[in-house]
T-cell receptor, first 113, second 115 residues
Framework: DMKVTQMPRYLIKRMGENVLLECGQD?????MYWYRQDPGLGLQLIYI???????SEGDIPKGYRVSRKKREHFSLILDSAKTNQTSVYFC????????????FGAGTRLSVL | GDSVTQTEGPVTVSESESLIINCTYS????????LFWYVRYPGEGLQLLLK?????QKGSSRGFEATYNKETTSFHLQKASVQESDSAVYYC????????????FGLGTTLQVQP
């Protein structure tokens, strides 16, 4: 079953706390992505990972870091979360990186108070 | 820079009516970008609806179709007769230059189909 799973689905944190968003995929895809979506804005690419320990900044990487130690897992970390990081975060994966089909998770809604 | 503009939602239509969701793009970094429509049903992640990589070609899936028009830089999504199950958010996207896998998405258009 081709699936991208995001955990947790909903998360409330206080400003200054650390946040860990997890993403897993069961398709052995090399490439994984983290996007965020805010009202009035399209999906914005935060980071892209081309394989284990091969990560690249997207368009809005400031305030985020990522970790990919296994091909199946890609984590997004917010060190000392800020209120403007309240958003819906989507993880995605694809076979290779040549604009093949992206498979998305259902999203994590993060509120930073 | 590259950008995608699509119909501002929500769009409300009655079941069995026709639908068009407009999408226009600006691609300065690549002459012939790949174009995509993704759809997100309630509670689910985005999924690819259709993809066209050649100008002048038409893509189709689940009764939806879109034609890649380089002259008008458009990639409108159409369906002749919508169903209530088509209610979702539709995203137009373009692939940027280079073999990077990076896509630029439009804001999304919420479609509500009334029974």
């Amino acid at each position: 079953d081709m699936k991208v799973t995001q955990m947790p689905r909903y998360l409330i944190k206080r400003m200054g706390e650390n946040v860990l968003l997890e993403c897993g995929q069961d398709m052995s895809h090399e490439t994984m992505y983290w996007y965020r979506q805010d009202p009035g804005l399209g999906l914005q690419l935060i980071y892209i990972s081309y394989d284990v320990d091969s990560n690249s900044e997207g368009d809005i990487p400031k305030g985020y870091r990522v970790s990919r130690k296994k091909r199946e897992h890609f984590s997004l970390i917010l060190d000392s979360a800020k209120t403007n990081q309240t958003s819906v975060y989507f993880c995605a994966s694809s076979f290779g990186s040549s604009q093949n089909t992206l498979y998305f998770g259902a999203g994590t809604r993060l509120s930073v108070l | 820079g590259d950008s995608v503009t699509q119909t501002e939602g929500p769009v409300t239509v009655s079941e069995s009516e026709s639908l068009i969701i407009n999408c226009t793009y600006s691609a300065t970094s690549i002459a012939y970008p790949n174009l995509f429509w993704y759809v997100r049903y309630p509670g689910e992640g985005l999924q690819l609806l259709l993809k066209v990589i050649t100008a002048g070609q038409k893509g189709s899936s689940r009764g939806f179709e879109a034609t890649y028009n380089k002259e008008t830089t458009s990639f409108h999504l159409q369906k002749a007769s919508v169903q209530e199950s088509d209610s979702a958010v539709y995203y137009c996207a373009l692939g940027r230059a280079g073999n990077t896998g990076k896509l630029i998405f439009g804001l999304g258009t919420t479609l509500q189909v009334q029974p």
